[in-house]
């Protein structure tokens, strides 16, 4: 692996570490999500700094340059993450859907009442 | 004993409609002694709707956010659960259905012999509005995958006018469906092992406004329906018991 890239990747782990930090601080994500935050960029941190393990497992996989297993893996956590935020805007949906329907019949209630 | 009966009217933009619908429904209780409650559920509609609802005293719940077609009905659902009703007829706001039919429809639930009866334009020849050959060709197709997952032949999937007991009432205000209600709920019911007939109904072509299935969605529609009856093939299917 070249020794920008090796840069690159410690260079971007640093980045998505400071802005999960910084989005925690500001209270805009539960820790429980930033934990896998930190875990995506301790991942893309050790690909930076131990390039010959993720070479070697590559190779075992069948992938022809190790930076493809690393797109690789990113595009898979991405993928299973896009699937996750689906199963929750799924149930958000049905909870609003729920809260609304229930204040509107709370509200023509009070309103007949009212007359 | 006399069982009480809602009809719930869904409305999204119907303000062409709502009030002869209403009055034509309220016409015919005075003429056939018939009690037939309405209950309104005005879907966040951009157009006078709210206000044609509050100046005739039309009973009505408007939501206070649009919810679609699913949500809305639910709506009502929970209304006629709330209240104690113990047949509930769900009827369109846009003139479509006729008032006359709604007697034929709940006979079968009052006479105990079904659970869920179906408005149908396919169960018998009369001669009818019966939508496009499009649309009449989409709906042979649902009906073959409703064959498909619960074993059941059902001619009119997408009918909208549709009566069903208190059992299904709770059923329904617990979990409905918010897109493709009708093929969906059908399905479900079926396979919750409920009794479900159809009943042949004449439908009118639409007085105003736009129907909610687009022509142009009709094929998005379709797809989605048929995957929807496969996952309730595959799904496993309780009562839901009243507690």
Aim: hydrophobic share 40%; proline share 3%; glycine share 6%.
């Amino acid at each position: 692996m070249s020794q920008s890239l090796t840069i690159t990747l410690i260079l971007s782990s640093i980045f998505l570490m400071l802005l999960t930090t910084y989005v925690l601080k500001k209270g805009r994500i539960p820790e429980k999500y930033s934990l896998l935050w930190y875990g995506f960029s301790l991942i893309i941190l050790l690909v930076g700094l131990f390039p010959n393990i993720f070479t070697w497992i590559s190779n075992k996989l069948g992938f022809e340059v190790m930076s493809n297993l690393v797109i690789a893996i990113i595009i898979g956590s991405l993928l299973l993450l896009t699937m996750a935020l689906t199963i929750m805007v799924a149930g958000q949906k049905k909870k609003t859907t729920m809260l609304i329907q229930e204040v509107s019949m709370l509200k023509a209630k009070l309103e007949a009442e009212r007359k | 004993m006399k069982q009480k009966v809602l009809l719930i009217i869904p409305a999204y933009n119907e303000e062409e409609n709502i009030l002869n619908t209403y009055n034509t429904i309220k016409n015919y209780n005075k003429k056939n002694k018939t009690n037939y409650d309405v209950i309104v559920i005005n879907d966040g509609s951009k157009d006078d709707t709210k206000k044609i609802l509050e100046e005739n005293h039309i009973p009505h719940i408007n939501l206070i956010h649009n919810l679609g077609i699913g949500g809305a009905v639910q709506t009502g659902y929970k209304y006629a659960y709330s209240n104690d009703y113990d047949i509930a007829v769900q009827y369109d706001g846009d003139g479509q259905h006729d008032v006359r039919y709604v007697k034929n429809i709940i006979e079968p639930i009052i006479k105990n012999k079904a659970d869920l009866v179906i408005g149908s334009r396919f169960v018998e020849d009369i001669d009818t509005f019966k939508s496009t050959f499009a649309r009449r060709i989409g709906i042979k197709i649902i009906s073959a995958f409703m064959k498909f997952s619960t074993g059941k032949k059902i001619y009119d999937t997408t009918s909208g006018f549709r009566a069903c007991t208190k059992e299904i009432i709770y059923d329904f205000s617990i979990s409905y469906p918010s897109e493709y209600p009708e093929p969906i709920t059908t399905a479900e019911i079926l396979k919750k092992k409920y009794r479900v007939w159809e009943i042949p109904v004449e439908m009118n072509e639409r007085v105003g406004g736009i129907s909610s299935i687009r022509a142009w969605k009709n094929i998005y529609y379709m797809i989605n329906v048929c995957l929807a009856l496969l996952a309730i093939k595959i799904r496993r299917y309780k009562k839901c018991h009243r507690v």
